[in-house]
């Protein structure tokens, strides 16, 4: 039986299609970093880039920077500084803000990790064979759920219908 159930429902399953392609990924990264004895989740790689490039951030500017909630950001900050990855202290103006920065730990494993990353985005790269519109379309959906969050999108499409209805 070779049906893909989520491919032939199309759009109605575009949310299932990219988390199953997301979920793939991200196994296989996890596996790879196993392999390689690296103890970090594939999820981690954007608070590494950014507080690489940025050096120190409050949890909150992480969470804003990277369209992430606040809650799961936190949860992300404490099991990668139970790790090691991440040096967390008062801020100096505000005692309830903590900001947070890279370890020697983390910034020691940088560049083995950036190569880690080149080596996805090639093989993202080639199995795009280099057609980057999927990130144009993703740029556009983004943008429009950004103005008009899906519920309100979808809940007035679901309006039209119950009122066309005879």
């Not at 991440?86 to 020691?108: C, E, F, P, Y």
């Not at 560049?111 to 993703?138: F, K, Q, V």
């Not at 556009?140 to 005879?166: C, M, V, W």
Request: aromatic fraction near 8%; include cysteine; glycine fraction near 4%.
């Amino acid at each position: 039986m070779n049906v893909d159930f989520i491919k032939d429902l199309g759009y109605k399953a575009l949310d299932s299609r990219l988390k199953r392609i997301s979920d793939r990924m991200s196994h296989d990264v996890r596996k790879l970093y196993k392999e390689l004895n690296i103890d970090v989740e594939p999820h981690w790689y954007l608070v590494f880039m950014l507080l690489q490039k940025k050096e120190t951030l409050s949890i909150a500017d992480i969470a804003e920077l990277l369209g992430y909630s606040h809650p799961s950001l936190v949860i992300t900050v404490k099991k990668m500084s139970e790790k090691g990855y991440l040096k967390i202290k008062k801020d100096n103006t505000d005692k309830r803000k903590q900001m947070i920065s890279l370890s020697g730990k983390a910034v020691k494993l940088l560049p083995h990790l950036e190569m880690i990353w080149d080596s996805c985005e090639r093989a993202i790269l080639a199995m795009l064979e280099e057609d980057l519109g999927i990130l144009t379309h993703l740029d556009n959906i983004d943008g429009a759920l950004k103005k008009t969050s899906f519920h309100n999108r979808f809940k007035e499409e679901y309006l039209q219908l119950i009122q066309s209805k005879p």
